[in-house]
């Protein structure tokens, strides 16, 4: 079959479209917030003299009432925990323990949260320990939600082992009989869901869990992912929501924002601080739900944002990790947010996937402002001129249209676009492309010219590309350096498929008299250039 007679059929086939004209999908959309890990929390001038005003009678007040507190607790807490393990406890407080650290520790704990000028406004009805052995508690928002538990009637929770040694909070942290984590031990994880899945279901024996199940502090402009932890047992679940409906925000810590030595005086110059606790009705998991932790937590989730009236995204403390990891890598911290949870479930990637992904990232962007790749940095990255191929690799990468790649694109096109593209038949087909004479290598004429023709830059310098190609520096690519390049670098392969359906386009348009040579040679069907081939097309 000739090859207009073969570009006829295809026309039949496949209509003549350009590759980003392809629909994005919603599951890789941009969540509802973008950052719940920040609070921009600056004081105006009329708050700041407020707080100095009320900080000079509150301050000294309450910081003896809270220390002489203290001072009564700590000796109540010795003596409830007398001669009991510090670590290892398997039985729980019974007798006149568990009547005096329900009773006594109670009153304290809530006096102590008063001198600090807390006022706690509950809703809803506590179900017990039979009606539902598990709390989870959210949002979680600030040191301050240790309050709950104060509420609650001081039920377990889970803790480090390491903080039972902290002097005097350790000592009251013990009198929750808390679900102990250690990062030693490899099996913590594992341990940790099978001890509080066995209190879960001692019939009342042990005191309520309760948990925070997202894990980390939020700004509380959302619900990020529920770890499973809570829903492992498959027990009933009682949701409890946090609020602080306060005109000045004194309370949240979050990954960026306020310390909290600054939070905590702050909270001391209020004349008071209002907290909202609601219990929700309990939560009983459905037959498939006991199954399927996953899915108990999210419609947990799902039940609480409803009655906070905030969305639910797909962030995670592995998100707060690679912020960390983005300041390290002189990017903006929010830079590392890319809702982890969701694109390590979709694009099947791993945190050690993704944290080398940010530091490629790192390796583009660190000269950019705002920590985001423009078309002139991505030419420069890949060492090439802007050209109509790299503009259409350039507009699949940028999602939003935004004429920006922010980190969150770029692990989607390398893992949805370049990877997928980069295949063993895409390679030898590119080799051969270049290597004109059929001798098994390229050099750098046949290089040159190629691209030349390509990219349609006459003047075109690729001595940097090819150098950083020829490994060896023998003047000639060999077909090993070229797939070894081109495996570490996945972009370059997307970039080649991408000027395949160029010069296919413009050949069905008309457009493109030269496109046979290049048609013949790689032809790319129409999974190859689907972007959301391995992704987007999984259900959410």
């Given at each position: 079959m000739k090859q207009g007679e073969a570009r006829g059929d295809q026309c039949v086939i496949m209509p003549p479209q ?523």
């Open positions: 350009r590759v980003f004209a392809l629909p994005r999908q919603q599951s890789l959309f941009l969540p509802a917030v973008l950052n719940p890990f920040v609070l921009e929390a600056k004081l105006t001038r009329r708050e700041k003299i407020k707080c100095f005003l009320l900080g000079i009678i509150l301050v000294p007040l309450r910081s003896i009432f809270m220390v002489l507190v203290l001072m009564v607790t700590w000796p109540v807490a010795a003596l409830i925990t007398f001669r009991r393990p510090l670590k290892g406890d398997m039985k729980p407080m019974t007798g006149w323990r568990r009547f005096m650290c329900r009773t006594v520790m109670g009153f304290l704990g809530r006096l102590y949260f008063f001198s600090m000028g807390f006022r706690v406004v509950v809703k809803g009805k506590q179900a017990s320990s039979a009606e539902a052995p598990i709390l989870a508690v959210a949002p979680h928002s600030s040191y301050f939600d240790a309050i709950v538990c104060i509420v609650a009637g001081l039920p377990s929770t889970v803790s480090r082992s390491e903080t039972l040694a902290t002097p005097i909070f350790g000592r009251f942290l013990r009198c929750l009989q808390p679900v102990l984590v250690s990062r030693k031990d490899p099996d913590s994880r594992k341990n940790t869901i099978l001890e509080i899945s066995n209190r879960a279901k001692s019939g009342g024996r042990w005191p309520q869990v309760l948990i925070f199940p997202e894990g980390t502090c939020t700004n509380r402009s959302c619900l990020i992912t529920f770890k499973q932890g809570a829903f492992v047992p498959g027990v009933p679940v009682q949701p409890v929501l946090l609020r602080y409906p306060n005109k000045l925000d004194t309370v949240t810590w979050t990954w960026q924002g306020p310390k909290s030595r600054a939070l905590l005086l702050r909270t001391l110059c209020q004349l008071y601080t209002t907290v909202e606790i609601e219990f929700l009705p309990p939560h009983i998991p459905t037959e498939d739900e006991k199954k399927n932790p996953n899915k108990f937590a999210q419609s947990v989730r799902s039940l609480m944002a409803e009655s906070l009236r905030v969305p639910v995204t797909d962030h995670t403390f592995e998100d707060c990790r690679l912020m960390i990891s983005a300041g390290e890598l002189t990017l903006p911290m929010e830079a590392g947010l890319v809702e982890f949870t969701k694109i390590s479930r979709k694009l099947d990637l791993k945190w050690d996937n993704v944290k080398k992904e940010l530091e490629n990232f790192a390796t583009i962007a660190c000269s950019c402002k705002g920590g985001r790749i423009r078309i002139k940095e991505f030419a420069s990255f890949l060492k090439l001129p802007i050209s109509p191929a790299l503009q259409e690799l350039f507009s699949l990468f940028d999602r939003d249209g935004d004429g920006t790649i922010d980190f969150r694109e770029y692990v989607i096109g390398v893992t949805v676009l370049c990877r997928p593209a980069n295949t063993e038949e895409v390679i030898q087909t590119a080799f051969k492309l270049f290597d004109i004479d059929e001798d098994n290598n390229i050099t750098r004429e046949e290089f040159a010219g190629i691209l030349r023709s390509a990219l349609g830059v006459c003047d075109l310098n690729v001595s940097k590309l090819f150098n950083e190609i020829d490994a060896d520096g023998s003047g000639h690519i060999t077909y090993d350096e070229f797939r070894s390049f081109a495996l570490s670098h996945p972009e370059y392969a997307k970039l080649f498929t991408t000027y395949i359906e160029l010069q296919r386009y413009q050949g069905l348009q008309g457009e493109g008299p030269d496109s046979d040579s290049f048609s013949h040679c790689c032809t790319v069907s129409p999974s190859d250039h689907q972007e959301d081939s391995n992704s987007d097309k999984k259900d959410d």
